[in-house]
Structure formats: structure tokens, C-alpha cells
């Protein structure tokens, strides 16, 4: 097989430290055979023997700017992505006792990021953090099943991702400079697959993590302390072979690093 796919981007620079831009770009994932191919369900449906490409089409508008005398870095960007012909994988006994895979839905996905550095007035204190927001919907369903249904969340889909952290450093003294680092990360509720029989959600979660250090011009050191909390939040989730498993985010991690310059 073969084809084209297309990207434009035009960027528009009003000022030196401001640039605004709009992308169109197209995208596809590979096809798929299916073993059970050739089987028959209703409305006259037979599994296809191969499955085709799955397409997306997005439309961005991005912006990159340095604001507040050059204090404040502020990046981001809005995003809608059209996906036709999505390649799920099915398990629906009224089709066939296997599972197998078919472009069975259309969905969309609207979103917002961005991410920010603010040098704060405080001499060596710095804030930075990140955000994305998202919403996605199956919108239509293209294979008759059950399995699939008009208006889910798409998989692995938070409806928002965020971290903040903030550094704060200072001189201790023959080159040597100090370092403290918090940062709290949060995720929202999601969807470990689209099809019913695997459909699990995913609790939101939130972590701190923290960090010490101190660096010279020869080495420097930090101490570290990941899920200062010890949550045991779920990151992840599957259903395999008739079992729900769950992925959880590592304990807490106390850990030292030390580096030297020759």
C-alpha cells in the first residue's frame, strides 16, 4: 500500500520574544490480520481478514513567548484531532468466541497544554510547572458491537495532568551552592481500554517528590525523596486471560546522587 500524508505550519512573530503558530498534520498507524478472520455476526458483519490503517487529522494552535522582561517563559498550545477507522481489538461472542481487531470506531480529542519557568523576584527562587487538558469522546460507532459505545473516553485519557515545583537556591560559600526542590504532580481519573469487557478506570492520583542538594565546581550531590507520601496510586491497568491487573506507582525512594567532574 501506499499514500500521503500531509504537515504546514505557519508561525507569526509579533514581537521578538512572542511567536504564535498553526499546524495541520496527518498521521496513520500500520494495519493489523486477524486470526479469526472471515466470521460471521449480525447485520450481515463478517470479521475482516485485515484491518486497515487508522488515520487522525490534527489541527494545533500553538504560542512560544518570554514575557515580564524575560522572567516569565510561557509555552502552549490547543489541539482538536479527528481519528477515523480507530483499530480496536473486540471480544463479542454474538461475532465470535476470539478476540480479534477491526477499525470499529471514529473519535475526537480536544486539548489545551502548556508549561511555564517564572524567575520570581526572590533571588534564586524559581517556579516552573505543567498542564495539559483533555477531552475525548468515541463518536461513532463503525463496528456492530456492544463492546464499543458512542460517547466513552478514549484510553488512557485524563481529563487533566498538572506538576508544580519549586527550586530554591542559595550561596553556602567557598563555590558551593544549596539546593531544595518540592514538586506535587496530579492526574485525573481514566480508562484502561474503549471496549466494555476491559473498560477499568484508573483512580486519580497525587505524588510529592523532593529533592537536596548541594553543588561545587568539582561535584555536587543531591538527596532525593520520590512519593514522599508512600501513595500506592494506580498508574496503569490491563485485563488479560480473565485477570484485572493493575499497575501501581513505585513506594516511596529515598536515594542519594553523587557526581564528580575530572
Given at each position: 500500500?501506499?499514500g500521503t500524508?500531509?504537515?504546514?505550519?505557519?508561525?507569526?512573530?509579533p514581537e521578538?520574544?512572542i511567536?504564535?503558530y498553526l499546524?495541520?498534520?496527518?498521521?496513520?498507524?500500520a494495519?493489523?490480520?486477524n486470526?479469526?478472520?472471515?466470521?460471521?455476526?449480525?447485520n450481515n458483519?463478517?470479521?475482516?481478514y485485515?484491518?486497515?490503517?487508522?488515520?487522525v487529522?490534527?489541527y494545533?494552535?500553538g504560542?512560544?513567548?518570554?514575557l515580564?522582561d524575560g522572567?516569565?517563559?510561557?509555552?502552549?498550545?490547543?489541539?482538536f484531532?479527528?481519528v477515523?477507522?480507530l483499530?480496536?481489538?473486540i471480544?463479542?461472542?454474538?461475532?465470535?468466541n476470539?478476540?480479534?481487531?477491526d477499525?470499529?470506531?471514529?473519535?475526537?480529542?480536544?486539548?489545551?497544554?502548556?508549561?511555564?519557568?517564572?524567575?520570581?523576584?526572590?533571588?534564586?527562587?524559581?517556579?516552573?510547572g505543567?498542564a495539559?487538558?483533555?477531552d475525548t469522546?468515541?463518536?461513532?460507532?463503525i463496528?456492530?458491537?456492544?463492546?464499543?459505545v458512542?460517547?466513552?473516553?478514549?484510553?488512557?485519557?485524563p481529563?487533566?495532568?498538572?506538576?508544580?515545583?519549586v527550586?530554591?537556591?542559595?550561596?553556602?560559600?567557598?563555590?558551593?551552592?544549596?539546593h531544595?526542590?518540592p514538586q506535587?504532580?496530579?492526574?485525573?481519573?481514566?480508562?484502561?481500554?474503549?471496549?466494555q469487557?476491559?473498560?477499568?478506570e484508573?483512580?486519580?492520583?497525587?505524588s510529592?517528590?523532593?529533592?537536596?542538594g548541594?553543588?561545587?565546581e568539582?561535584?555536587?550531590s543531591?538527596?532525593?525523596i520520590?512519593?514522599?507520601t508512600?501513595?500506592?496510586?494506580?498508574?496503569s491497568?490491563?485485563?488479560?486471560?480473565?485477570?484485572?491487573r493493575?499497575?501501581?506507582m513505585?513506594p516511596?525512594?529515598?536515594?542519594?546522587?553523587v557526581?564528580?567532574k575530572?
Amino acid at each position: 500500500a501506499d499514500g500521503t500524508i500531509y504537515k504546514a505550519t505557519v508561525q507569526f512573530t509579533p514581537e521578538d520574544d512572542i511567536m504564535y503558530y498553526l499546524t495541520y498534520s496527518e498521521g496513520f498507524r500500520a494495519g493489523l490480520l486477524n486470526r479469526p478472520g472471515g466470521a460471521s455476526g449480525p447485520n450481515n458483519y463478517k470479521v475482516p481478514y485485515a484491518v486497515d490503517t487508522d488515520e487522525v487529522k490534527n489541527y494545533e494552535f500553538g504560542w512560544k513567548t518570554l514575557l515580564l522582561d524575560g522572567s516569565l517563559r510561557l509555552n502552549g498550545s490547543m489541539f482538536f484531532v479527528e481519528v477515523d477507522g480507530l483499530q480496536t481489538t473486540i471480544f463479542d461472542t454474538s461475532i465470535v468466541n476470539l478476540f480479534f481487531s477491526d477499525n470499529a470506531a471514529n473519535a475526537e480529542i480536544k486539548g489545551l497544554e502548556a508549561d511555564f519557568v517564572y524567575l520570581t523576584g526572590i533571588d534564586g527562587l524559581t517556579v516552573a510547572g505543567a498542564a495539559s487538558f483533555l477531552d475525548t469522546e468515541i463518536t461513532e460507532k463503525i463496528t456492530p458491537t456492544n463492546d464499543v459505545v458512542v460517547g466513552d473516553e478514549l484510553a488512557f485519557a485524563p481529563g487533566y495532568q498538572g506538576n508544580l515545583r519549586v527550586r530554591y537556591e542559595w550561596a553556602m560559600g567557598d563555590g558551593y551552592i544549596g539546593h531544595v526542590m518540592p514538586q506535587v504532580t496530579v492526574s485525573d481519573k481514566s480508562y484502561s481500554d474503549i471496549i466494555q469487557i476491559n473498560r477499568a478506570e484508573i483512580d486519580g492520583w497525587a505524588s510529592f517528590d523532593l529533592r537536596v542538594g548541594v553543588t561545587g565546581e568539582e561535584w555536587s550531590s543531591e538527596l532525593f525523596i520520590e512519593n514522599v507520601t508512600d501513595e500506592r496510586a494506580e498508574i496503569s491497568r490491563d485485563f488479560v486471560y480473565d485477570t484485572n491487573r493493575v499497575t501501581y506507582m513505585r513506594p516511596m525512594t529515598i536515594g542519594l546522587k553523587v557526581n564528580r567532574k575530572f
